[in-house]
């Protein structure tokens, strides 16, 4: 069973006619034949009585209110692809990481917004690995992660990456630490240190970074807010590793104090008893979306719109943590 031949019963149904069906349809009166006694052979029955006026028989009967809904549910979803193809969509959902909402997204918004003011944005803060999960159950279109080769593999998806950034260390401005330009490694693990939650892919890489250099990770707490990071730092002892760009509101704060991690050949390379730390950590953020959704106008935009502005912007912030 075909679509036109239920279009070409639905015609004929109409009419009553063969000719006037086959004029309706557009095509010829042989083509509208054919179609009916193809879909009478499908159906095993004959649906129309072939007198003066083509008059349906009870097969008919039951088939007219069924071929209408199924020729309109078609009609519909032929007409919300093709809307679909032109940019035509409601909205556009996307997930992002705290630190990319915070100073990456709102000049793309906005943008966005311009260039596309019937569609509506949905925008959503999320750790990586949730925001991943909802970009493979549909619920977004974009996601804007830390990179995981774990978590980004699969075939279907697409993943560019957009910025990479290093790890610097929060602290208070009266921590013990705070004495150091460069924080040494013998001694940042000494101390307890805040992490965000299980789900967050900052706590996996400072995990995987602690092990790599087979050390332990004193965690005392787990947050999942970069508010909440610099309330706990700022009253003691705990320290935070995170991303600069997670640290752009803290630069201005005169109770807490930034400090990256001293690298291995500027003095304190012959304190590491396995010789592992070779660099600082630093993350790298990524876009993620499927190859289906890039072919939709809007989400291409969107897509187009990220890859140009997190370049200048990520060069602004980083102009700016070191005039800070």
């Known amino acids: 069973m075909r679509i036109e031949q239920l279009q070409a019963f639905l015609a004929v149904a109409d009419t009553g006619n063969f000719g006037q069906a086959a004029q309706q349809c557009g095509v010829t009166q042989s ?16 649906l129309f009585h072939r007198t003066a006026r083509a008059k349906l028989t009870i097969a008919g009967e039951k088939l007219l209110p069924r071929a209408k809904r199924i020729c309109s549910e078609w009609t519909n979803i032929h007409q919300e692809l093709a809307d679909l193809r032109a940019g035509k969509q409601p909205e556009l959902c996307v997930a992002a990481i705290h630190s990319v909402c915070a100073h990456y997204l709102p000049p793309i918004l906005q943008k966005f917004c311009t260039d596309y003011p019937e569609v509506q944005l949905r925008v959503t803060a999320l750790g990586s690995d949730r925001a991943l999960k909802v970009l493979r159950d549909g619920l977004v279109d974009i996601a804007l992660v830390m990179n995981n080769r774990f978590l980004t593999s699969s075939p279907e998806m697409v993943v560019e990456v957009l910025y990479e950034e290093e790890i610097e260390v929060l602290l208070a401005v009266d921590h013990p630490l705070a004495r150091y330009e460069e924080i040494p490694w013998p001694e940042l693990i000494r101390y307890p240190q805040v992490v965000f939650k299980d789900g967050y892919g900052m706590q996996r890489l400072v995990q995987e970074w602690f092990s790599r250099q087979d050390a332990t990770l004193k965690t005392a707490m787990e947050l999942n807010t970069l508010d909440a990071f610099r309330g706990v730092v700022r009253q003691g002892n705990l320290i935070a590793l995170l991303p600069r760009s997670a640290l752009h509101d803290a630069r201005g704060d005169s109770s807490l104090a930034i400090r990256p991690i001293s690298r291995p050949d500027n003095g304190f390379g012959s304190l590491l008893s396995n010789g592992k730390l070779n660099e600082r950590p630093t993350r ?3 876009l993620v979306t499927t190859n289906d959704r890039l072919q939709i106008p809007p989400i291409e935009h969107f897509c187009r719109l990220v890859r140009q502005m997190t370049c200048s912007t990520a060069t602004a912030l980083e102009t700016a943590s070191l005039k800070g």
């Not at 193809?38 to 095993?44: M, P």
């Open 284 to 286: 790298q953020v990524v």
């Open 31 to 46: 083509t509208i034949s054919r179609q009916i006694q193809s879909l009478e052979t499908d159906l095993g029955l004959p």
